[in-house]
């Protein structure tokens, strides 16, 4: 009998368990893709804060589930692409954002690949990151 009890008073304290979902402030970035290979054969950092620019961002399959209708409001989005590399593993991150009062600025950093290992024939990679700033202010990339 006190088995019984015992399992109906924690089947009541277990169903009346409340799932509320405790959201904090949004970081200030967020690194939505990072890849060795996928992006443009030259060097450049794009910031994209319009609404088509960020809805061309949203048909990337790889993209459109970490793209929400209401970032377009609120965010802005930076394309880090490294360029050209004859060797695979490179990529290209955020190292640091500081936030003025009128600005966000990013400082991007190579990595270089654990190993040097070059392919016989010519293969070239293109690294790629797409970073998502949870702001409408000003973009500086360092």
């Given at each position: ?24 402030p949004k970081p200030l ?31 990337d399959a790889d993209l ?10 609120t965010a802005n989005f ?65």
């Amino acid at each position: 009998m006190k088995k019984a009890i015992s399992l109906l008073i924690l089947f009541v304290l277990i169903s009346c368990n409340s799932t509320s979902k405790i959201t904090g402030p949004k970081p200030l970035y967020e690194i939505l893709i990072s890849k060795s290979d996928g992006g443009a054969s030259i060097r450049f950092f794009e910031t994209l804060s319009e609404e088509r620019e960020i809805k061309m961002l949203q048909s990337d399959a790889d993209l459109k589930k970490k793209i929400k209708v209401e970032d377009i409001k609120t965010a802005n989005f930076v394309i880090l692409n490294m360029g050209e590399q004859t060797t695979f593993g490179y990529k290209i991150t955020v190292d640091k954002v500081a936030e003025t009062e009128a600005a966000i600025i990013l400082t991007v950093r190579d990595i270089p690949p654990t190993t040097q290992q070059t392919s016989e024939n010519e293969v070239f990679y293109y690294p790629v990151t797409i970073v998502k700033i949870n702001s409408k202010k000003q973009l500086i990339i360092q």
